[in-house]
T-cell receptor
Framework: GENVEQHPSTLSVQEGDSAVIKCTYSDSASNYFPWYKQELGKRPQLIIDIRSNVGEKKDQRIAVTLNKTAKHFSLHITETQPEDSAVYFCAASLNSGGYQKVTFGTGTKLQVIP | SAVISQKPSRDICQRGTSLTIQCQVDSQVTMMFWYRQQPGQSLTLIATANQGSEATYESGFVIDKFPISRPNLTFSTLTVSNMSPEDSSIYLC????????????FGPGTRLTVL
């Protein structure tokens, strides 16, 4: 099955700096890559996603890049703010038996220091 | 996006007992997914519940331990049977945000503590 690795497990940045989280996946059939943000005690919430036919996608301060050949994708957060502090999960999704099966990475705890 | 509710939001249970978690969605969805999130860990898919058929379980999860019901297109239950402290986790249901998307939207979760 699919295996998603995520690095780093923790990340501390100064407010205003950039943060980068990297993930790799194993199954070349994966075709959809969402990123979720989970604040303490809350449900995971989608912040951005990218499909396998796109190399990069940006939404304000957040961007995601995908390298299908190398099977890795990254989340970039610019001009970080304290409210960006949370756990971020990458995920890889592929069609399995008629539905999209999502495999999550291990998570990155981001701390933005004011 | 869909509005998802889960009951209970949290519970403390004794080992050896069972707990049934409910997931209600405000719109009809074909697929519903159940995840487990152990303390400080990532999300692991337990099973996929498709209305009108048996749930599909992932490796490491069995129906006897985690029976699932899916009586209609807006509701599902997950039972955690014969609980042990290792079952202490957050259990979340999720649904696709629409019929044409791969994106999943999560319920608020049920925080289970087994003593």
């Amino acid at each position: 099955g699919e295996n998603v690795e995520q690095h780093p497990s923790t990340l501390s940045v100064q407010e205003g700096d950039s943060a980068v989280i990297k993930c790799t996946y194993s199954d070349s059939a994966s075709n959809y890559f969402p990123w979720y943000k989970q604040e303490l005690g809350k449900r995971p919430q989608l912040i951005i996603d990218i499909r396998s036919n796109v190399g990069e996608k940006k939404d304000q301060r957040i961007a995601v890049t995908l390298n299908k050949t190398a099977k890795h994708f990254s989340l970039h957060i610019t001009e970080t703010q304290p409210e960006d502090s949370a756990v971020y999960f990458c995920a890889a999704s592929l069609n399995s038996g008629g539905y999209q099966k999502v495999t999550f990475g291990t998570g990155t705890k981001l701390q933005v220091i004011p | 996006s869909a509005v998802i509710s889960q009951k209970p939001s949290r519970d403390i249970c004794q080992r050896g007992t069972s707990l049934t978690i409910q997931c209600q969605v405000d719109s009809q969805v074909t697929m519903m997914f159940w995840y487990r999130q152990q303390p400080g860990q990532s999300l692991t898919l337990i099973a996929t519940a498709n209305q009108g058929s048996e749930a599909t379980y992932e490796s490491g999860f069995v129906i006897d331990k985690f029976p699932i019901s899916r009586p209609n297109l807006t509701f599902s239950t997950l039972t955690v049977s014969n609980m042990s402290p290792e079952d202490s986790s957050i259990y979340l249901c999720s649904v696709p945000t629409s019929a044409t998307t791969d994106t999943q939207y999560f319920g608020p979760g049920t925080r289970l503590t087994v003593l």
